[in-house]
């Protein structure tokens, strides 16, 4: 059993960055793939990051490649997600979900663990 506990989230301006963290227990945690996913209110999660369980491999949503770094610390059971340039647009729950595995995964119903969520406001 994975448990996830997102923070970092808040209110910035358009340019501005952020860093999300997102803190696991239990002991599987560093053989797990981890992917960040947001949700605005009315329309479906989206995809955001992956990352594989060593960190050697992610991969970006075209929306947020560039400016976006996942990355991990796995003696302290943690996933980060630096956000860099924000826009409005970025405005969203944000959420960590991890799952068992070798590789890095995009959808939703790959991951078997889910954090609560973390609010990121981007004004213009």
């Known amino acids: 059993q994975v448990q996830l506990v997102e923070s970092g989230g808040g209110l910035v301006q358009a340019g501005d960055s952020l860093r999300l963290s997102c803190a696991a227990s239990g002991r599987t945690f560093s053989s797990c793939a981890v992917g960040w996913f947001r949700q605005v209110p009315g329309k479906e999660r989206e995809f955001v990051a992956a990352?594989?369980?060593?960190?050697?491999?992610?991969y970006y949503a075209d929306s947020v490649k560039g400016r976006f770094t996942i990355s991990r610390d796995n003696a302290k059971n943690t996933v980060y997600l630096q956000m860099n340039s924000l826009k409005p647009e970025d405005t969203a729950v944000y959420y960590c979900?991890?799952?068992?595995?070798?590789?890095?995964?995009?959808?939703?119903?790959?991951?078997?663990?889910w954090g609560q969520g973390t609010q990121v406001t981007v004004s213009s």
């Open positions: 979900a991890a799952r068992s595995g070798d590789n890095y995964y995009t959808r939703i119903y790959e991951y078997n663990y």
């Open positions: 990352i594989t369980w060593s960190g050697g491999s992610t």
